[in-house]
């Protein structure tokens, strides 16, 4: 258990639709970052978030998008979505912004869009 | 960061040891070589990272070429637990950015 907690675990919805998925950091850590898995692109880093502020964004669709709230959990809003959305999202956590040694992942939401 | 390249598949018996290399001839001063595993759709696991020093924990070993352009990750004893996927990232640790970029990794089958 690395102490990254995501929220839901599996969620299916439909072409079109919004979903929001939840990330809750190890405690203390200030930095979150989402990365999403899909079987054609792999492993792909879609933003990161320290302490609140935006410090990063990778290959991140204008229709995601993302947020760290002041207790330092994170949310990733996908809206329009499309077959090709459907993906395993994770989101990990670390300590501080940069420099550190390691990311902690969370266990990822499994995102079914039909 | 700079480009690794990794076999795309290895097996080994339990309890030998596992040598997974990458290599890594692009990689500058200031990068370190980490690997993390991913066992079947769980979230990334860190293994171990370094520079150009060999390092070793309670997980695996790391041997760092002397002109680091490549690396051999070591699992002493695998065991059927340690079927995963390897990744082998090359990381600069200064700059705002701390992201992680993933290849397709190795895939490690461990045999009984």
């Known amino acids: 258990d690395s102490g990254v907690t995501q929220t839901p675990k599996h969620l299916i919805t439909a072409t079109g639709q919004r979903v929001t998925l939840r990330c809750s950091p190890r405690?203390?850590?200030?930095?979150v970052y989402w990365y999403q898995q899909s079987l054609d692109q792999g492993l792909q880093f879609l933003i990161h978030?320290?302490?609140?502020?935006?410090?990063a964004k990778g290959n991140i669709l204008e229709r995601f998008s993302a947020q760290q709230f002041p207790d330092l959990h994170s949310e990733l809003n996908l809206s329009s979505l499309e077959l090709g959305d459907s993906a395993l999202y994770f989101c990990?956590?670390?300590?501080?912004?940069?420099?550190?040694?390691?990311?902690?992942f969370g266990p990822g939401t499994r995102l079914t869009v039909l | 960061d700079a480009k690794t390249t990794q076999p795309t598949s290895m097996d080994c018996a339990e309890g030998r040891a596992a040598n997974l290399p990458c290599n890594h001839s692009t990689i500058s001063g200031n990068e370190y070589v980490y690997w993390y595993r991913q066992i079947h759709s769980q979230g990334p696991q860190y293994i171990i990272h370094g520079l150009k020093n060999n390092e070793t924990n309670e997980m695996a070993s790391l041997i760092i070429t002397e002109d680091r352009k490549s690396s051999t990750l070591i699992l002493p004893h695998a065991t059927l637990r340690d079927t995963a996927v390897y990744y082998c990232?090359?990381?600069?640790?200064?700059?705002?950015?701390?992201?992680?970029?993933f290849g397709k990794g190795i895939t490690l089958s461990v045999r009984p």
């Open positions: 978030y320290y302490n609140g502020e935006e410090r």
């Open positions: 990232i090359v990381r600069s640790l200064t700059g705002a950015n701390s992201k992680l970029t």
């Open positions: 405690s203390g850590d200030l930095s």
């Open positions: 990990a956590s670390s300590p501080r912004g940069q420099g550190y040694n390691e990311q902690f």
